[in-house]
């Protein structure tokens, strides 16, 4: 597609995509769909305040996730936020979580009140298990909080045992995994709770919103009151809360898409296996799903191998000059933002994150984008020697 260097957009040639190419789900469903569920809305006329449609999604993500009960949140930050709040040992200050995982999840900890202690991951699933956040431990741990990784999953079942043995509560962001199962138990019914989100780049999209699924009632019932400022009953405040309710035309917008899930994973894992295809010649390294479990197949994350002459985030550059907005894989660690954790070693986390990248996937890539994408993919590795030698002379001009 691209013969000469000059022909990149990067180095001033046509961009390959006029409108970007994103990597998030961005789900849009059906039309009439939506306004099924977000007509009832005059009908009731209750837009917040756990109205009947939010009351409806949350039986119905229980329901999909094999759990007890659902609580529904205004945003997954907030979600995640007021579920350290709850699950905190009191007078403990620290929370151990991976180094290599969503960019304001040490913000989120802060915010809690509380200091994040990072740990390394696993290479094969680059995910957490018992072995890594055994090792960081102290008087001073609150909260386990482990994350399940892009397409992977971490090893939820050693992490269980661990804060059953410790008496350590083990929160799980499971963000990245929702719709899956380990072992074919739903993802949603593990740890003490688990935490999802429902921006427009989820696997379901709320517009905006987050949830968390627990077996434990007492808890269900305290982050119900926590998201409503406090008030357990009128006038009356039990916890330091927020406004953190998700109000009705969220909860119509996540409704209708969970009645199109499975055409989402049909599209999804075609692109996936469209990549595994047309990626297959290439020195890099397609991180798989677990086909005999339940996956969204939503992500497409690669990592680079061999000589490609270019560094991750020159391939990126010029990958994104064309609108493929692919991106890098959690970088930089979150170890690396804070001085007082700079100085920390973590070579699995510096390792997969220097050579990850995120592809474009979701609603928006089509199987023709793909064969567009690795043709882009195809031409820097053939061209890699040309395009390093003009990148320098560009910075040296």
Same mark, same amino acid.
């Given at each position: 597609m691209k013969n000469a260097v000059s022909q990149f957009a990067f180095f001033g040639g046509p961009q390959l995509f006029m409108e970007p190419k994103p990597t998030s789900d961005l789900h849009r469903p059906n039309e009439d769909r939506f306004f099924s569920y977000a007509d009832s809305i005059f009908e009731t006329r209750q837009f917040t305040n756990n109205g009947p449609l939010v009351q409806l999604l949350e039986k119905r993500l229980a329901e999909q996730h094999g759990t007890e009960h659902c609580v529904c949140f205004c945003?997954?930050?907030? +979600?995640?936020?007021?579920?350290?709040?709850?699950?905190?040992?009191?007078?403990?200050?620290?929370?151990? %979580?991976?180094?290599?995982?969503?960019?304001?999840?040490?913000d989120i900890v802060r915010w809690a009140g509380l200091t994040p202690r990072f740990t390394d991951i696993d290479f094969e699933t680059m995910g957490v298990n018992r072995a890594l956040f055994e090792t960081q431990i102290t008087d001073k741990t609150a909260l386990l909080l482990g994350v399940h990784p892009i397409v992977n999953m971490s090893a939820v079942t050693e992490l269980e045992e661990l804060s059953r043995d410790t008496g350590i509560p083990l929160?799980?962001?499971?963000?990245?995994?929702?719709?899956?199962?380990?072992?074919?138990?739903?993802?949603?019914?593990?740890?003490?709770?688990?935490?999802?989100?429902?921006?427009?780049?989820?696997?379901i999209n709320a517009f905006e919103g987050g949830y968390a699924t627990t077996n434990d009632a007492e808890l269900a019932a305290r982050l119900r009151v926590i998201r409503a400022f406090g008030f357990e009953q009128k006038d009356s405040i039990?916890?330091?809360?927020?406004?953190?309710? %998700?109000?009705?035309?969220?909860?119509?917008?996540?409704?209708?898409?969970?009645?199109?899930?499975?055409?989402?994973?049909?599209?999804?894992k075609a692109i996936f296996n469209c990549y595994k295809k047309l990626l297959s010649d290439l020195p890099l390294s397609l991180v798989s799903y677990d086909a005999t479990e339940k996956r969204t197949w939503k992500n497409i994350v690669v990592r680079l191998t061999g000589d490609w002459g270019l560094t991750r985030d020159e391939i990126l550059s010029v990958l994104q000059a064309e609108n493929i907005l692919a991106r890098a894989y959690y970088t930089p660690p979150l170890h690396k933002k804070f001085p007082e954790t700079a100085s920390l070693e973590f070579p699995v +986390?510096?390792?997969? +994150?220097?050579?990850?990248?995120?592809?474009?996937?979701?609603?928006?890539?089509?199987?023709?984008?793909?064969?567009?994408?690795s043709s882009i993919l195809h031409d820097i590795y053939a061209m890699r020697a040309q395009l390093k030698e003009e990148m320098r002379d560009e910075r040296h001009r």
């Amino acid at each position: 597609m691209k013969n000469a260097v000059s022909q990149f957009a990067f180095f001033g040639g046509p961009q390959l995509f006029m409108e970007p190419k994103p990597t998030s789900d961005l789900h849009r469903p059906n039309e009439d769909r939506f306004f099924s569920y977000a007509d009832s809305i005059f009908e009731t006329r209750q837009f917040t305040n756990n109205g009947p449609l939010v009351q409806l999604l949350e039986k119905r993500l229980a329901e999909q996730h094999g759990t007890e009960h659902c609580v529904c949140f205004c945003s997954g930050f907030l +979600t995640l936020l007021m579920c350290i709040h709850a699950l905190a040992l009191p007078g403990k200050t620290e929370v151990i %979580l991976p180094s290599a995982t969503y960019r304001r999840m040490a913000d989120i900890v802060r915010w809690a009140g509380l200091t994040p202690r990072f740990t390394d991951i696993d290479f094969e699933t680059m995910g957490v298990n018992r072995a890594l956040f055994e090792t960081q431990i102290t008087d001073k741990t609150a909260l386990l909080l482990g994350v399940h990784p892009i397409v992977n999953m971490s090893a939820v079942t050693e992490l269980e045992e661990l804060s059953r043995d410790t008496g350590i509560p083990l929160l799980m962001d499971s963000v990245e995994a929702a719709y899956g199962t380990i072992h074919g138990k739903k993802i949603g019914s593990f740890a003490k709770a688990e935490v999802f989100s429902m921006h427009a780049s989820k696997f379901i999209n709320a517009f905006e919103g987050g949830y968390a699924t627990t077996n434990d009632a007492e808890l269900a019932a305290r982050l119900r009151v926590i998201r409503a400022f406090g008030f357990e009953q009128k006038d009356s405040i039990s916890e330091l809360g927020c406004n953190a309710k %998700l109000n009705e035309l969220h909860a119509a917008m996540a409704l209708s898409c969970i009645d199109e899930l499975d055409e989402q994973v049909a599209h999804n894992k075609a692109i996936f296996n469209c990549y595994k295809k047309l990626l297959s010649d290439l020195p890099l390294s397609l991180v798989s799903y677990d086909a005999t479990e339940k996956r969204t197949w939503k992500n497409i994350v690669v990592r680079l191998t061999g000589d490609w002459g270019l560094t991750r985030d020159e391939i990126l550059s010029v990958l994104q000059a064309e609108n493929i907005l692919a991106r890098a894989y959690y970088t930089p660690p979150l170890h690396k933002k804070f001085p007082e954790t700079a100085s920390l070693e973590f070579p699995v +986390t510096e390792a997969v +994150t220097s050579v990850g990248c995120v592809l474009p996937s979701g609603a928006h890539v089509s199987e023709e984008d793909v064969a567009n994408v690795s043709s882009i993919l195809h031409d820097i590795y053939a061209m890699r020697a040309q395009l390093k030698e003009e990148m320098r002379d560009e910075r040296h001009r």
